[in-house]
């Protein structure tokens, strides 16, 4: 990862996590990187033609390693309450989250 790589925006519920590529291109990218590595998603089209939903638990988990590996850089989406920003439960560091040191 880099200074320049595109950056996700993440948010959380009980029933999914989605996020949010910054443009077409990456989401696309975001796309085809989830598809080659077997990983479950669907689009997520209330949200944006840009957002992706990358389940929950284990699934969502898998998938920020995905794109971690992938070269994407995650933040938390601004409707994120502060007390759920746990990027633990994800297994990437996302600035602003309550649980960064273990990662």
């Known amino acids: 990862m ?17 996020v949010w590529a910054p443009d077409d291109d990456a989401s696309r990218r975001v796309r085809a990187s989830l598809t080659e590595a077997g990983s479950s998603w669907s689009a997520s089209p209330h949200h944006g033609k840009n957002v992706t939903d990358i389940e929950i638990g284990v699934d969502a988990y898998s998938s920020c390693q995905v794109l971690a590996d992938a070269g994407f850089a995650f933040a938390w989406h601004p409707e994120q309450h502060p007390l759920n920003r746990r990027s633990s439960r994800l297994g990437v560091r996302i600035p602003g989250s309550l649980d960064n040191e273990g990662l």
């Not at 880099?2 to 989605?18: F, G, H, I, Q, W």
């Open 2 to 18: 880099n200074d320049e790589s595109p950056v996700l925006l993440v948010l959380t519920s009980p029933r999914s996590t989605c």
